[in-house]
């Protein structure tokens, strides 16, 4: 008797920094929410290009990536399937417009996020501003 081969799908989301703030997008299809802009790498696709792809086509804005700040892999972080994420902080200069997944986009800062937050990405939003605030990765993802 063989077993289903799976594997956890790869994703990626992008933490794009403003002047203002950060990039979120309310999102069109279930799961419902607010979330980072991000989604699914394409067979072929590098993780850094499946990230400039994702913003382009959820928020119609041309982004720098930064650097790569962490991965997620909580097997419930999507309630759909299994994923993991790999997130990026990149910078972006313009108003961004809600396109293909995203029913609107705003920009908020840690005061004043909107809820509800979709997936883990109330987590991934904590984290990051811990980080922007100067503590150490290492203690952000102590285990």
Known sequence: MSKEHRNP???VDIIIELKDGIVLIERKNPPYGWAIPGGFVDY???LESAAVREAKEEISLDVKIKEQFHSYS???RDERFHTVTTVFIA???GIPKAA???KY???FTK???PEPLAFDH???ISDYFRYRNGEPLAEIFRV
């Open 9 to 11: 799908l790869p994703t």
């Open 100 to 102: 293909d997944d995203a």
């Open 44 to 46: 072929g696709e590098s």
């Open 91 to 93: 910078s972006a200069e």
């Open 74 to 76: 909580d097997p419930e």
């Open 122 to 124: 109330g987590k991934i």
């Open 105 to 107: 986009t705003g920009v």
């Open 111 to 113: 005061d004043n996020l």
